[in-house]
């Protein structure tokens, strides 16, 4: 398997614009997560799905982001409009039915917000 | 609410020495515990998992961790540090297993010198 995919890997754009990142979860995975991993402030979960159907999105810092699953195969991340504290590494996880803790991480994307 | 505690933010040990990477949580009830792995540009992986039983664990690349209840403990370890062990290491618990309580540390940089 090739494991969690996301794209881009990095992403540069300007504030205001709009940003949108990808992930395809592994193949059989149910359950889906976004996070966002800064120096200040750590890995932080920001939203997670199960079987498509959004769970809690609680960690969502504010309604500029938004996260949708339209099939078990892809889910997208937008930001708008993006702003320079924005700017982190955003991870994508999917874990197997029954092992929603065991998380296999994508190798991430890297935005920068100028 | 849950937490983990990772105090050290970089430990540094000799090639062939052990390696301890400490981990302190509160949580309510029974905790799940886990370690990941993070590598230079790319996404986290599973190092290993507590959920009930033996105190000691064992994970991937020769690690193991810990569980101490009375000190709220799970510290990772390995007998003799390679070189190629140096990674960001991060500790994370769960209220008693599901995607909505994996609350994560902050990291530890391990840094393993020849």
């Known amino acids: 398997d090739a494991g969690v995919i996301q794209s881009p890997r990095h992403e540069v754009t300007e504030m205001g614009q709009e940003v949108t990142l990808r992930c395809k979860p592994i193949s059989g995975h149910d359950y889906l997560f976004w996070y966002r991993q800064t120096m200040m402030r750590g890995l932080e979960l920001l939203i997670y799905?199960?079987?498509?159907?959004?769970?809690?999105d609680s960690g969502m810092p504010e309604d500029r982001f938004s996260a949708k699953m339209p099939n078990a195969s892809f889910s997208t991340l937008k930001i708008q409009p993006s702003e320079p504290r924005d700017s982190a590494v955003y991870f994508c996880?999917?874990?197997?039915?029954?092992?929603?803790?065991?998380?296999?991480f994508g190798p991430g994307t890297r935005l920068t917000v100028l | 609410a849950q937490s983990v505690a990772q105090p050290e933010d970089q430990v540094n040990v000799a090639e062939g020495n052990p390696l301890t990477v400490k981990c302190t949580y509160s949580?309510?009830?029974?905790?799940?515990l886990f370690w990941y792995v993070q590598y230079p540009n790319r996404g986290l992986q599973f190092l290993l998992k507590y959920i009930t039983g033996d105190n000691l664990v064992k994970g991937s690349y020769g690690f193991e961790a810990e569980f101490n209840k009375s000190q709220t403990s799970f510290h990772l370890k390995k007998p003799s540090a390679l070189v190629s062990d140096s990674a960001l290491y991060f500790c994370a618990v769960s209220p008693g297993g599901g995607a909505d309580g994996l609350t994560f540390g902050k990291g530890t940089h391990l840094i393993i010198q020849p």
């Open positions: 799905f199960n079987n498509n159907v959004p769970i809690d």
């Open positions: 949580v309510s009830g029974n905790p799940y």
């Open positions: 996880a999917s874990s197997p039915p029954g092992l929603s803790d065991t998380q296999y």
